[in-house]
């Protein structure tokens, strides 16, 4: 059974970098169906995609945040992480990282728990 | 960047009765669609693809409709397990960029 599970800070400093890695277990990470996903969702709202990664280390971004992500693999470790910088308030949410599908229909089969990071001083 | 509404944005329906949520595309995107359960403080949960395909281990009384720019989620006979936040995605965008609808929740009536 595959799982997903997210780690990284609850807590970061506005203007600071945040760090997140997602551990994949039961499944490898290096399948040619799947690329890796991060989707963030802020307190009480809706759902917002970040961006994507495949085991070459392909990746897609959403364009408004483009300019402050960097997702990125390592299949020895069978992890993948995320970085966005200059943080702010407007940043804080519940990261979720998730398997994507890659092909024929791009959806989000497994999901991890979710990590809330909140932004405050 | 397309965008994706869904109506309403709370449906109150009792147990043992049909429900019908909407999305709508600002563009169409064919059958590129997908449909998410979410339950407070758990992860979503995928319940259709391609519009109208069930994800495995999705009961048959949950169902996808629709193409274009206007879809539709069922739920035929709703169980106490089905009270939740509904999402719905798209995925029909090149270079990838998906978008997901601001949800709907269904409560009990």
């Known amino acids: ?21 997602c551990i994949v277990s039961g499944d490898s990470i290096s399948s040619s169906n799947y690329y890796w996903g991060w989707i963030r969702q802020p307190p009480g ?14 990746t897609y971004y959403n364009p408004s945040l483009k300019s402050r992500v960097i997702i990125s693999v390592d299949t020895s470790d069978s992890q993948f992480s995320l ?3 200059s943080l702010t308030a407007a940043d804080t ?11 024929v229909a791009d959806y989000f089969d497994y999901w991890g728990q979710g990590i809330l990071v909140t932004v405050s001083s | 960047e397309i965008v994706m509404t869904q109506s309403p944005a709370t449906l109150s329906v009792s147990p043992g009765q049909r429900a019908t949520l909407s999305c709508r595309a ?3 995107v064919g059958s590129n669609l997908a449909w998410y359960q979410q339950k407070p403080g758990q992860a979503p949960r995928l319940l259709i693809y391609g519009a109208s395909t069930r994800a ?54």
Do not use: H, M
């Open chain 1, 93 to 103: 949410a519940v990261y979720f990282c998730a398997r994507q599908n890659w092909g």
């Open chain 2, 56 to 109: 495995t281990g999705i009961p048959a009384r949950f169902s996808g409709s629709g193409s274009g720019t206007d879809f539709t989620l069922t739920i035929s006979s709703l169980q106490s397990e089905d009270f939740a936040v509904y999402y719905c995605q798209q995925y029909n965008n090149w270079p990838p960029f998906y978008t997901f609808g601001q949800g709907t929740k269904l409560e009990i009536k």
């Open chain 1, 45 to 58: 709202k809706g759902l917002e995609w970040i961006g994507s990664v495949y085991y070459s280390g392909t």
């Open chain 2, 26 to 28: 600002s563009q169409s």
């Open chain 1, 1 to 21: 059974q595959l799982q997903l599970q997210e780690s990284g800070p609850g807590l970061v400093k506005p203007s600071e970098t945040l760090s997140l890695t």
């Open chain 1, 83 to 85: 970085k966005l910088t």
